[in-house]
């Protein structure tokens, strides 16, 4: 195996050269073929299996080598089947090196194999109680390597001891810090720095300055999730950054870099910064601007060195403190400068620099403080979309332009990403158009050049545009009296091209066959030459447009009754009335009989002009917000110029789930999802706007929980499309639940399913849910489905699970989450009890955490028998002739988990007077206490 | 940081390290489309791209490409030091590195960006404090544990 003759490999290896392994690098390097490489791995495979299942037991150093060879095979992407035991015998190795190739064995390559894991996890434990730096270090970056929740388990609470205990080597502490930020991570349920935190942030200040910054990492992430408890981080980080600010380039010794002093550490400040509002300390404020100012200064120093490390390292910092700054949001004078500075990165000959410039720049345009320097620029803009010969730069062009557009500068900004459109990547061209449609309208003062715009977007890029960019045309078109003889014109213009996109076809009948009537009295366009003109492109198109062409030909027998009996033809021929597309076929039928038998009267009601679509977002800009990247944030600026009066109506507190809002698709002309007829009828039209409307309006999920505290049956959910009924019953630590589902309307949902989930805690400990039937996926219309839910309860709790219903409705999906009405009462046994009794258990229930109390207003009319009964549905006992006020109510209860039982005490007082209730609950459970106290008050 | 790779101008993969948890298959993917996006870049083009919901930092050395994907809040100019650092780490330690040291040594290759990049965050940036730390355990070799800890208790 060990031959000599091998070529090709390196004349020294350094550390302790495994000879073998290099030999079989180099066999694999001189493989000619795939084949062969296969082949030998195959037979090394096999001679290291032999080895390790061979009689006589390896030696320390053959196991490390051969475990070395599996992982140099599995790097090469083969597949690794055996050798983990082998690597965890490496992992109690009294040679370091074995040892070391046995972590890195396992960080590579982990199995969850729980056997496994627990022999891996005590050969880390024995390594991190060994007092030894070097083996802590290993076992500390085999937990960061592998990160999963069982390592999280075992060693989450120990980590944080060893990173601020007295006597830990700075090594190990900078170790421990970023090997419990990967915990943390992967579950931050289970690392708990409480008692630990103000020690952690304190290592802001540590000597070492490896140790900060290791130790600020964690900080980092730490602070974004608890501000409030690492706040005490913002003037140490002040402090320590004006430190490295000031200090000379050879201060910080090893840690300058390229003669910028600590690089890294200056950005993560600046980085940790971020996390926060700017310091309201005066004195701590006025000292992070002075390093902001320091910082800016710098970027005008010539440089120290001419290599590109040093102006790396001095922008990173510029650029890290320039986010600093526009996060604050402020300092106008610091926010221009910033401008400025970027301004000259523009024209910098580093692709790279012109690259991040114009990327923040996009975020300075948001501002109200540099929108307008940062629109000085945009000759310069324009300039790096037409001439920057890399992609991703003219991409970050095109996003400043569109960030920096207003409406001073939007027909300049709109022709010039029209122009770069011709010739611009494929991979941005979607993105692009979505972007200039938004920009026509948003910026349009005449809807003539909207118009123009959206026109020219489909015969420029007419693949990239989406079904949002052209209903939203016609939406706008329907809603302005003022633009629609324009666009009648400019359509039929548009429509002569032989050529033209099946995207202008549809435009172009949707609007001839709405107001094809205001450009008739031209005999150029006349009612038959605009039909025959829509008819010559009817052939070439696809099934959709056809059909939405022969709902434009009906309505062309009502706005121009001297067309009839052309179209009449057209319909009845073989080629209509018999399509074997059954859509077509229907519409070709019924759009003839309507013809031929409706009076003139009756075809001008149903076939009337479309009513202007109700105004709200626009469904183009919902379309972008899905698309990820840097766009996104001049997405949300441009909601905000929106709410300031722009054309778009409002709506900007749409939550960030997009999905839910029904594509607004179906509301404009409802082409594929309803019958024909009612595509045309404007009073169907105007009823689906309503139904979806009403569905966009989603209830907050917790909206109907409160209705079922006190209560097993009743209606969960209802819009107009769909009601959700639910009965249950509960016995000891158990519960059935049964779900109705009703289909409202007269078409059925597709694709129907529902999820239930357990959010958090509830998940893992505290409630069991299994739903048992499964659904159909369908719905008919009028008809109902039945689920059932069984719930167990093994601990007490707080949340309740969540219901998750998804389906299609016309094409629409549609998405709901409500919570379900589980709440911790519902697994009350009464308990009876006399007077005396219940006096003597109050009183031994006295801890302070045991007792919940809330003093509230009554929100409804204090009726006697009302509370009585909603005392009862809540599933206690209510207790007669025990609180010596007779106007006192009084319960007692126990609570059935499968963990344990808690009792629990209950007291109303109202006050009619005061129209005000006191309420207190004790139980032997403080989190039972708090939890019934908050479920009952919102009740009375 | 979610991941690094080297790889070489023929479409080799020399090193990767991923620190977040991503199956088998999923890699296998990632590293062929991204290596097929920075292969097909010209020279002088940005070292900075968007890929999925990454962004890409790469830079080639030689015959190598080095490339991190960092999240859309991360620091590319840094990034880039991060990569430069590394490859001075290399370099000094194999003394003028180049792809076969990388090849022959590939464990080494690991146990040293270990020591400079732990969870995807810097550890030290100090070059004479990660070189420490390697060299100290190339001296550690053969050494009995015993021993060693005799000597710290002493």
Known sequence: ??????????????????????????????????????????????????????????????????????????????????????????????????????????????????????????????????????????????????GSREMAEAFAGEIPRILVAGDTMDSVKQSAALCLLRLYKTSPDLVLMGEWTSRVVHLLNDQHMGVVTAAISLITCLSQKNPDEFKTCVSLAVSRLSRIVSSASTDLQDYTYYFVPAPWLSCKLLRLLQCYPPPEDGAVKGRLVECLETILNKAQEPPKSKKVQHSNAKNAILFEAISLIIHYDSEPNLLVRACNQLGQFLQHRETNLRYLALESMCTLASSEFSHEAVKTHIETVINALKTERDVSVRQRAADLLYAMCDRSNAKQIVAEMLSYL???????????????????????????????????????????????????????????????????????????????????????????????????????????????????KFHLCSVPTRALLLSAYIKFINLFPETKSTIQEVLRSDSQIRNSDVELQQRAVEYLKLSSIASTDVLATVLEEMPPFPERESSILAKLKKKKGP???????????????????????????????????????????????????????????????????????????????????????????????????????????????GNKTSVQFVTFTTTVTCPGELQSHILHI??????????????????????????????????????????????????????????????????????????????????????????????????????????????????????????????????QQVGSLLRLEPNAQAQMYRLTVRSSKDTVSKRLCELLAEQF | MRFMLLFSRQGKLRLQKWYTATAERDK???????????????????????????????????????????????????????????????????????????????????????????????????????????????????????????????
């Not at chain 1, 014109?489 to 066959?513: D, R, S, W």
């Not at chain 1, 209560?711 to 158990?734: A, D, M």
């Not at chain 2, 965050?121 to 009995?144: F, M, N, P």
């Open chain 1, 770 to 899: 299994h739903t048992w039937n499964s659904l159909e996926p369908l719905i008919e219309g009028g008809a109902q489905v039945q689920q059932v839910i069984n719930i167990e309860c093994l601990t007490d709790f707080s949340d309740a699970p969540l219901l998750n219903i998804k389906f299609r409705y016309g094409g629409a999906l549609q998405n709901l989450t409500l919570k379900l009405p589980v709440t911790i009462n519902k697994f009350f046994q009464p308990t009876e009890m006399a007077s005396h009794d219940f006096f003597q258990r109050w009183k031994q229930l006295s801890l302070p955490q045991q007792e919940a109390q809330k003093i509230f207003k009554a929100n409804h009319a204090m009726d006697t028998e009302v509370l009585k009964a909603k005392l009862l549905g809540l599933g206690m006992a209510l207790l007669e002739n025990v609180d010596p006020n007779p106007e006192n109510f009084v319960c007692a209860g126990v609570i059935q988990t499968k963990a």
């Open chain 1, 1 to 146: 195996e060990e031959a000599e003759k091998r070529a090709n490999m390196p004349a020294v290896s350094k550390g302790d050269g495994m000879r073998g392994l290099a030999v079989f690098i180099s066999d694999i390097r001189n493989c000619k073929s795939k084949e062969a490489e296969i082949k030998r791995i195959n037979k090394e495979l096999a001679n290291i299996r032999s080895k390790f299942k061979g009689d006589k037991a390896l030696d320390g150093y053959s196991k490390k080598k051969y475990v070395c060879k599996l992982l140099f095979i599995f790097l090469l992407g083969h597949d690794i089947d055996f050798g983990h035991m082998e690597a965890v015998n490496l992992l109690s190795s009294n040679k370091y090196t074995e040892k070391q190739i046995g972590y890195l064995f396992i960080s590579v390559l982990v199995n969850s194999n729980s056997e496994l894991i627990r022999l891996i996890n005590n050969a880390i434990k024995n390594d991190l109680s060994s007092r030894n730096p070097t083996f802590m270090c290993l076992a500390l970056h085999c937990i960061a390597n592998v």
């Open chain 1, 422 to 536: 011709e010739t611009a990547d494929y991979s941005i061209r979607e993105e692009m158009v979505l972007k200039v449609a938004i920009l026509a309208e948003k910026y349009a003062v005449d809807y003539s050049w909207y118009v123009d715009t959206i026109l020219n977007l489909i015969r420029i890029a007419g693949d990239y545009v989406s079904e949002e960019v052209w209903y939203r045309v016609i939406q706008i078109v329907i809603n302005r009296d003022d633009v629609q003889g324009y666009a009648a014109k400019t359509v039929f213009e548009a429509l002569q091209a032989p050529a033209c996109h099946e995207n202008m076809v549809k435009v172009g009948g949707y609007i001839l066959g709405e107001f094809g009537n205001l450009i008739a009295g031209d005999p150029r366009s006349s009612p038959l030459v605009q039909f025959n003109l829509l008819h010559s």
């Open chain 2, 28 to 154: 296998k993917k990632m590293v062929r489309e991204l290596m097929q996006v920075v292969l097909a870049r010209k020279p002088k083009m940005c070292s900075f791209l968007e890929w999925r919901d990454l962004k890409i930092v790469y830079k080639r050395y030689a015959s190598l490409y080095f490339c991190c994907a960092v999240e859309e809040q991360d620091n590319e100019l840094i990034t880039l030091e991060v990569i430069h650092r590394f490859v001075e780490l290399l370099d000094k330690y194999f003394g003028s590195v180049c792809e076969l040291d990388i090849i022959f040594n590939f464990e080494k290759a690991y146990f040293i960006l270990d020591e400079f990049l732990m969870g995807g965050e810097i550890q030290d940036t100090s070059k004479k404090s990660v070189l420490k730390a390697i060299e100290q355990a190339d001296l550690l070799q053969e050494v009995l544990i015993y021993c060693y800890i005799d000597q710290v208790d002493l």
């Open chain 1, 631 to 741: 766009g996104a944030v001049s997405v949300n600026e441009l909601e905000e110029g929106k709410r300031e009066g722009g054309e778009l109506n409002g709506g900007g507190e749409r939550g960030g789930d997009s999905s839910s809002t029904p594509s607004p698709s179906a509301d404009l002309l409802g082409l594929r999802a309803g019958p024909p007829v009612t595509a045309a009828a404007p009073s169907a039209g105007s009823l689906l706007v309503d139904v979806f409307s009403e569905a966009v309006k989603q209830p907050s999920p917790t909206a109907f929980l409160r209705l079922f505290v006190c209560k097993n049956n009743g209606v969960l959910f209802e819009n107009q499309l769909l009601q959700i009924g639910i009965k249950s019953e509960y016995r000891q630590n158990l519960g059935r639940m049964y779900l109705f589902y």
